[in-house]
């Protein structure tokens, strides 16, 4: 189980986040295969949500995802760094 966590610069600018989960119908929009991934792996969510903040803690997102436990994560983003302005997050059972 993990948590991602990072010394980040303040939020310059509004921020797209899309969150996909499986399984999704073939005619659905994906992630964006050109996105840089910033985080592969697994997080425990305890109440079956994922939360997405920025560093300030001024605004956050907050999904249902679905029942509690482990599910594998990956983030990605249209340009690692502070340049960023849109965050794809995948969101699978292990094993799915």
Do not use: C, W
Request: no cysteine.
């Amino acid at each position: 189980m993990g948590r991602v966590d990072g010394r980040l610069a303040p939020q310059r600018a509004l921020i797209k986040v899309r969150i996909f989960t499986q399984p999704q119908v073939p005619e659905a929009e994906g992630p964006n295969p050109d996105f840089t991934t910033v985080f592969d792996g697994s997080l425990l969510l305890p109440d079956g949500r994922i939360a997405v903040g920025d560093v300030e803690q001024l605004t956050r997102f907050v999904h249902r995802v679905g029942d509690r436990g482990e599910y594998d994560v990956r983030v990605a983003v249209n340009s690692p760094g502070p340049d960023a302005d849109a965050i794809d997050i995948t969101i699978t059972r292990p094993g799915k």
